[in-house]
């Protein structure tokens, strides 16, 4: 039986940005991004803003119906475009008469995988309705699937499920607003446990909160991983706290992965130029260590979604960008086991 929970194939997410016809505009959020996660691991996504991160997490969820691509979960397939050829367990794509097998257009209804797929948001003041208790906001995933026989079950339930974050029986009667910021992201953490799910998208759930909470949290997060057996889709920014959380490392740029390698390998033996320039930023706590480390600076800004550069997106900021990498669009592949990535001046880099 295969260990894998869930993968993703050849994923698009365009959104339209105005025009007509031919002059449609789309910003590319997501492009052709390729992925699958083993149960019961953590896979970390880290890139600058914008980069597609948090649109990937969503569109995995089909919070966002993607354009195109494949997303299956459990072995299950929630969602085929239809027009992207299937793939086997090693990842080469299955033939049919020496061509290759493409699915058929498939879009489950959700509501089923809803209690097994999870989301907690970035904003913990956004993400929680202000007329509703905490007592009604975690258990309103509790009454949609019908998990309570009763009202005293109910109420069972959702003591329990603040207990489990750090939070009391008295908080389930008051307002969001009566909370802090590292309160309201745990009932947030509370409500996506209420259906006691097997996967969930942390979308950077800590970058509003400060820090001495933020090492609260985490720590939270991995207790319950433990107990309950969670697999976790890890979006943040910061690179050193993906690290401590992560088994393995995806770095977007622009709507590309352009690396994924077991965390330890992606810190230690990064082989893009702009992961580097990410490990680069990450601040040293001994001074003399800090002094000697060389910063990666990166000239220029990210270019626009709407219009991203031909070839490797990354090459107008790329120090080893070459003519090739303006032509051809680099080919994801791996560099050594169970480590990727997709640069055509990998020896350069090295």
Known sequence: MSDELLRIEHLYQYFPAGGFGRRKKYVQAVDDVSFFINKGETLGLVGESGCGKTTTGRSLLRLYEPTKGRIIYDGKVLFDSGDVPLTGE????????????????????????????????????????????????????????????????????????????????????????????????????????????????????????????????????????????????????????????????????????????ESNELIFHSVHPYTRSLISAIPIADPKTARASKRIMLEGDVPSPLNPPSGCRFRTRCPYATERCAGEVPQWREVSKGHFAACHNLDQVN
Do not use: W
């Not at 009202?151 to 489990?164: A, S, T, V």
């Not at 090492?215 to 207790?223: L, T």
């Open 90 to 261: 090693d990842g080469q794509p299955i033939l049919e008469n020496g061509q290759p097998k493409y699915g058929t257009k498939t879009a489950v209804d959700m509501k089923p995988y809803r209690r097994e797929m999870q989301i907690v948001f970035q904003d913990p003041y956004a993400s929680l309705d202000p007329r509703m208790t905490v007592g009604d906001i975690v258990g309103e995933a509790i009454d949609i699937h019908g998990l309570a026989k009763s009202k005293e079950e109910r109420y069972n339930k959702i003591q329990h499920l603040l207990e489990e974050v750090g939070l009391n029986s008295e908080h389930a009667n008051r307002y969001p607003h009566e909370f802090s910021g590292g309160q309201r992201q745990r009932v947030g953490i509370a409500r996506a446990l209420a259906v006691d799910p097997k996967f969930i998208v942390c979308d950077e759930p800590i970058s509003a909160l400060d820090v001495s909470i933020q090492a609260q949290v985490i720590n939270m997060f991995e207790d319950l991983q433990h107990e309950m057996g969670l697999t976790y889709l890890f979006i943040a920014h910061d690179l050193s706290v993906v690290k401590h959380i992560s088994n393995r490392i995806g770095v977007m740029y622009l709507g590309k992965l352009v690396e994924l390698a």
